[in-house]
C-alpha cells in the first residue's frame, strides 16, 4: 500500500491531501485503499459519489477498499458491504489508546454481525510496528486476511522468509496444519487484564470471562 507512483501490484492510499494526483494514478494500480476518516464531512451518499468518480479511472479488474479506524469499524464494515467494496483495511491505531489485544474481539463481532465472509469481503489490520510471527496469527485469529505494517528493514525476501519459518514453528505448537485453521479457540490470555479486554479465555481457566460469555 503506498501513498503515490504505485506499481502496477500496489494499492494506492487516496487521502484528501493529493486526491486529485492520486486520480491520475488510478490506472497504474492493481487497486486503491480510499480513507473515509480523512474526509469527515463527507456523508455515506457523497462518499459513494467520490468513489464513482474515482471508479471511472480504474479498469475493471482493480480492488477498491476502505479504511476507517478500529473505534468505527461497525460503520466502516456497513459502507464496505452497502457499497459493494472488495474489502476493509482497519486501522487500529486508535486515537484513545486502547489496546491492540480490544480489536480482536471487535474485529471478530463487527466482521460476523455484517456476515462479511459470506460477502466475500477481505479485512485487513493496519499497525504501527512491523509484526511478529505470533501478531500475524492473532490477526488471523481475529478473522484477518492480512497485516498492513511497515518492514523492520529492507531485506523484504528475509523478512517474509524468517516470518515463515516462524509461523510453522507456531503452527505445530498449536497443533493446526493450515494458517487458516486458526482461530480464536488456539488463543490464551496470559493474565487478566487481555482477558478482559480481548475476550480470549484466561489461561488455566479455559473459559472467556463471565461478561463476554454473552457474545459467545
Not at 180 to 194: F, K, P, S
Amino acid at each position: 500500500m503506498v501513498c503515490s507512483n504505485p506499481r502496477k501490484q500496489d494499492l494506492l492510499l487516496v487521502k484528501e491531501i493529493g486526491l486529485s494526483d492520486s486520480v491520475s494514478s488510478l490506472g497504474d494500480c492493481s487497486g486503491m485503499v480510499f480513507d473515509i476518516t480523512d474526509f469527515p464531512g463527507l456523508n455515506d451518499a457523497e462518499i459513494e459519489a467520490l468513489l464513482v468518480s474515482l471508479f471511472s479511472r480504474m479498469s475493471e479488474s482493480s480492488l477498491v477498499f476502505l479504511r476507517g479506524s478500529v473505534d468505527r469499524i461497525e460503520h466502516l464494515f456497513r459502507l464496505v458491504v452497502e457499497l459493494k467494496m472488495d474489502g476493509a483495511v482497519v486501522d487500529c491505531s486508535s486515537p484513545n489508546g486502547s489496546r491492540l489485544a480490544s480489536t480482536l474481539p471487535r474485529i471478530g463481532l463487527a466482521s460476523k454481525a455484517m456476515s462479511l465472509a459470506e460477502h466475500g469481503k477481505f479485512v485487513m489490520m493496519e499497525i504501527d510496528e512491523a509484526p511478529s510471527a505470533k501478531d500475524l496469527l492473532i490477526a488471523v485469529a481475529a478473522g484477518c486476511h492480512a497485516v498492513v505494517a511497515p518492514l523492520r528493514n529492507d531485506d523484504v525476501e528475509g523478512c517474509l522468509d524468517e516470518a515463515g519459518s516462524k509461523l510453522r514453528g507456531w503452527m505445530r505448537e498449536l497443533g493446526v496444519d493450515g494458517i487458516e485453521r486458526v482461530g480464536r479457540r488456539n488463543l490464551r490470555a496470559l493474565d487478566y487484564d487481555t482477558a478482559a479486554v480481548s475476550g480470549l479465555r484466561l489461561i488455566g481457566y479455559d473459559r472467556p470471562l463471565p461478561m463476554w460469555l454473552e457474545l459467545r
